[in-house]
């Protein structure tokens, strides 16, 4: 059915002179229903279909860009991904590979569960592009009940079962059809925290300047207030009369986008932190000698993201810099400080189901003379050497480096689900990878003018682990990873590991 509806838009599209408007959501009235796409977790090289233009010479000219399938999702928000428009002409010889990579684009929205391109000249002179899409189900509101800590720090607190969340999570991952997400946060128990969260990648025609709002209040009735050989220590109980943190921030920032594959963001923030008087007299440095602070943060970051695919890449490549100046307020005060971070990651093919990858990550923190314990937290915190998940390294500066080899062990057909009728829920993809690694990396730096505790070993040692894991990877950008790790230096010891993101 597709496939006759393109060549009618081919029929009407051949206008030898003026470049062709199409509507906007072009083929929302050609087509109500459109025939459900499978969903992709385990991307093939291609998902585009081309049929031969009989009549084209070296190059072709663009007649019209359809789309089908985004019911909600608006059309500009589309186009503006998109290299080419009505009226250029094409390389036919590179033609497969230029619609490959704005298929890739429009995918990696995380809009949509599968794109398909379709091309054809349709027994004309001029090129019928059509994008075909399988829209996600976008309102999602998400009961909270979850765990105060990560999974593999929290089941080693004695506390453990008193550390639990629980409250609503709501989020539309497709606010206004332009792909902008309105996130509300309401939650209770051990960890309180309500938050209302705006962005937009971009706002007009261009979809060039976008814009992100933010405001966030945080209680919790625990917290790693020192560390001590190497490891987070907390309160022994939760305070009953007081909370040991409360947070509060508002930020508001301009986001400056060419495609979803390259865009940066400049933000402006303030934030207010306060400690009890338990935590002051446990650890007089978690704030520098203050019970409360307040500052101002500027954050600058630009990305150019150019992985297949977003949520567990195969090829491509990974690059994100961003540099920060925190500048805290009142008399006395701390000192401020500049931050500068970079990450570097490369996706390889190397045949036969085989993926390498390949990533640094490195960041470092000048010209303040003394930092608090919570800016002070590197290795554990802002980067992970696999493996020292129980570990907490503080310095100034932080490097790590790390590598993988995957083979994609099973990858079925999509199992549909008889008994739900709804395309973006009903049917489910999976696909598994064995995954082989190491890591390395460590910190540098003192953060403190006097000493850090002698019981702490891992500041400026190199830590380096190994290990083994099963990737699952579905719908929705779910992957899950299972991981037995032999940690080799330091703490020597082999301990199993569940992450709910891809590592590197």
């Given at each position: ?76 928000a589309?186009r503006a991904?998109?290299n ?20 890739r684009?429009?995918?990696?929205l ?43 720090v929290?089941?080693?607190r ?8 629980y409250g ?5 991952t ?54 001590l ?29 060419h ?7 400049f ?64 008399q ?31 960041g470092?923190?000048?010209f ?17 050497v ?10 100034r ?10 083979w994609?062990?099973?990858a ?55 290990g ?7 719908y ?20 199993f ?8």
């Open positions: 059915m597709l496939g006759g509806l393109l060549l009618a838009a081919a029929a009407r599209a051949q206008q030898p002179t003026a470049r062709p408007a199409a509507p906007p959501d072009s083929l929302r009235q050609l087509e109500d229903h459109p025939r459900s796409l499978a969903p992709v977790v385990a991307p093939t090289d291609t998902l585009v279909r081309i049929s031969p233009c009989a009549t084209a010479g070296p190059r072709v000219r663009v007649g019209a860009i359809l789309f089908a399938g985004n019911h909600r999702t608006v059309e500009r589309l991904e998109l080419f428009r009505e009226g250029d002409s094409l390389d036919v010889d590179n033609l497969a590979a230029r619609l490959e990579a704005n298929r684009r429009i995918y990696n995380q809009l949509f569960h599968a794109v398909l391109v379709q091309a054809s000249c349709g027994g004309t002179g001029q090129l019928t592009v059509l994008f075909s899409v399988q829209e996600r189900w976008y309102v999602l509101p998400t009961p909270i009940f979850s765990l105060a800590d990560d999974f593999n929290w089941r080693t004695p506390d453990r079962w008193h550390r639990l969340d609503l999570h709501l989020v539309d497709n606010f206004r059809g332009r792909a902008e997400q309105l996130t509300a946060n309401v939650q209770f128990g051990f960890n309180r925290k309500f938050e209302l969260l705006y962005e937009a990648p971009g706002l007009g025609r261009r979809r060039r300047v976008g814009l992100g709002l933010a405001v966030s209040y945080y209680q919790s009735r625990n917290l790693d207030y020192n560390v050989n190497d490891r987070r220590v907390s309160l022994p109980a939760a305070e009953e009369d007081a909370f040991p943190i409360q947070r509060f921030y508002a930020s508001a920032g301009l986001r400056l986008r495609t979803v594959q390259l865009s940066s963001s933000d402006f923030a303030y934030r207010r932190e306060q400690i009890s008087d338990l935590i002051y007299n446990l650890n007089y440095d978690y704030l520098l000698g203050f019970q409360q602070r307040q500052y101002l943060e500027a954050t600058f970051f630009t990305t150019n993201n150019q992985r297949n695919t977003f949520a567990y890449p195969l090829t491509g490549q990974f690059l994100q810099g961003g540099v920060g100046f925190r500048q805290f307020l009142g006395p005060r701390s000192p401020g400080y500049l931050s500068l971070r970079v990450r570097y990651a490369r996706y390889v093919s190397l045949g036969h189901q085989f993926y390498y990858a390949g990533g640094v990550n490195a470092t923190k000048l303040a003379s003394a930092l608090g314990e919570n800016d002070a937290r590197l290795l554990g915190a802002d980067g992970l696999r493996g020292y998940d129980y570990y907490v390294v503080e310095g500066s932080f490097g790590v480096v790390q590598q993988g080899l995957s994609r062990a099973f079925p057909p999509p199992v549909r689900v008889p008994f739900i009728n709804n395309a973006k829920i009903n049917t489910l993809p999976l696909a598994i990878y064995l995954n082989a690694f190491a890591d390395a990396g460590l910190t540098t730096g003192t953060p403190v003018p006097r000493p850090l505790p002698p019981a702490n070993l891992l500041p400026g040692q190199l830590l380096a682990s190994v083994l894991g099963v990737h699952f990877v579905t929705y950008d779910r992957v899950f990873c299972l991981e037995l790790i032999r940690t080799l230096t330091v703490y020597p010891a082999l301990g590991f569940l992450r709910t993101s891809f590592p590197i």
